[in-house]
Structures are given as C-alpha cells and as structure tokens.
C-alpha cells in the first residue's frame, strides 16, 4: 500500500503543507473550517500522523478520557453510552479520539483509574462521579488537563459540570399523578448522595407540599437500584400502603416495579398508575405504553466535550453549572 504523506493531505484538502502540520500539531491558529477541510482529507486517505512524535513536540495527545459508573446489571448503561454518543460526535469533528473507562459505580476503582488518567497524556476528562457528595475530586485530579463532570455535581465546584434538570421532570410527573386524583403515591429510589437521587426525591416532595398532600415517608423506598428492589418495593407500596400510583426514579427500578404489577395482574393505570424514568424502547411496548421523564443524554454528552474543547483552547471563564431541560412523556400508564 502506498504510503499516505501530509503533501498528499494538503493537495487533497487544497491548503499548503505548512497548514496541514499547523492543524496536526496545534501550533499555530487554523480557522475551523479549514481544519475540518484537513481532518476530512486525513479520513479520506487514511493518513495516520505518528501520535507519538507529535505528542512529544506539543505535549497534547488528542484524546479525552471519560470515566464512567458502569454496572452490568444495571439499564442505565445505556444512558451513559448515548452520553459517550454524543461525546464521540463532537470529537470526530475535531480531530479527538475518546478512551472509555468505567468506575463500576466503585469510589476506589473510581480513584485507581483517576491515577491512572493522571499518569497518561490526555488533553481533558469527562467523568460521571461515583459519590458526588463525600469525594474530594480536587485532591485526586492531579493531572495536567481540564475536567468536565456529568450528571453528577462534585461537592465543590472546581470544574465546568453539565446536568439534566430532572428534578423538574419529576415535579412535572408527580404533579400530573395528583391531577388524576391520586393522594398516596409512591416514590422508589436508589441510593441517595447523588445529585440525581437527591434532586428527584426533593422535586417528589415539593410537589406534594404545592399541592397541600403530606409528605408520609412509607411512602418512600430508598434501597440498591436494582430490578429486585424496585419489584419488592412496589409490591409494600401497593400491599403494604395502598398506594395508587409510583414514580420510580430510576430505569432498573421501573422494570422491577413494572413486573411485579404484570405478574400481579394489577390494572395500569386503573389500580396502580406508574411514571418512570428514561426513554428505552422497552417502555414503548409495554402495555400500556409507559411514561416517563426522559433525559436528553445525547445532548448532555455534545455539551460537555463543548466545554471540555474550549477549556483545552485556553478558556479562562468561571466555572459554570450548565443545567439541560428534561421531559415528561405521557402514555397510557397514568
């Protein structure tokens, strides 16, 4: 095979040699659309550039770490893969490479593979944390590249970090369960200490308090996010304190508490409506279809390698939490 060079990259991308080294190595400011002439005539020939000498010479790699809470078990591993989607989108058309490593929802293994990112030579970290509550990220993100947290918020805000204002989904859900009637209503959950937990359990309860119902906490179950625990939980709800609707705040959780009301044959919505939480196509052909508040993870993981880039360009603006809407979608299970 004829060796691909960066005279054939410019001649095809019609810009001079010099142009193409200043795009590769970053060393000088190239227009963007100049650039993605460039990166479109390397993906054309194939035109590999050896990474290893350029990193050396400018001390950048091109490559973004994400670090996410995977668990075998868990559905909500597809939320976090449409988030690595959306980031992945965003760094083809930049010139980046993505290198994925999984925490497994384990603060040690969390801390083991921020060491070795440390020790690694990233541009930036895109990272979903493990306890976003007790975890001090300021102390173990030693490396020299900026970082971007998703859809958890570190305790201290030491880093741009992108969320879904699930909290107002939640409110919205709850709120439309109360206009059908329902009074006693059921709020499953997995562990609190996370942004995401603590905001939906919060929203549950504002809306009860707007809408003058008490808060009764055997109502609410708090356990592991599991499909077993979200079955056990529905069947004490529903047997234990005649709740009439649920609101299970997260995708595992849902299908456990979805099972146990088919394997009971309980009416949905007539006996005991159900709101969840994610747009999987599973919901879809449930019967009835379920609602749910959807999460728009795609675009959560664009913004976050957005934010990430221009830190990486030399962005100096304050640290900011960018919050993106979330949606109520209404079938036929409420």
Known sequence: MENISMKDVAQKAKVSTATVSHVINETRYVAEETKKKVYKAMKELDYQPNSVARSLR??????????????????????????ANGIEQVLKENGYNLI??????????????????NSQLIDGLIIAPVDSQKHDYKENLRGNYPVVFIDRQPKELTSDTVLIDSGAGTYKAIELLISKGHTKIGFITGPLGITTSDERLQAYKNALKNNNLSYDESLVKIGSATFDKGHSFTKELVEETGATA????????????????????????????????????????????????????????KKAVELLIKRINGSK??????????????RGSC
Do not use: C
Not at 66 to 76: C, F, H, I, N, Q
Not at 260 to 285: M, N, S, T
Not at 317 to 330: C, G, K
């Open 58 to 83: 400018s001390r950048k790699s091109n490559i973004i770490g994400l670090l996410v809470p995977l668990v075998a078990s868990d559905t909500s591993n597809f939320f976090f893969m449409s988030i």
């Open 100 to 117: 994925l490593s999984n925490s497994s929802e384990d603060l040690s293994i969390e801390q083991d593979q921020i060491k070795v990112f």
């Open 246 to 301: 649920i609101f299970a705040a997260n995708n595992i959780m849902t299908m456990g508490a979805v099972h146990y009301l088919q394997e009971k044959d309980i009416p949905i919505p007539d006996k005991v409506a159900i709101i969840g939480f994610d747009d999987y196509d599973w919901l879809r052909i449930t019967s009835p279809p379920l609602s749910v508040v959807k999460q728009p993870s795609y675009e959560m993981g």
């Open 317 to 330: 603006d304050p640290y900011d939490v960018h919050r993106l809407p979330s949606e109520l979608v209404v």
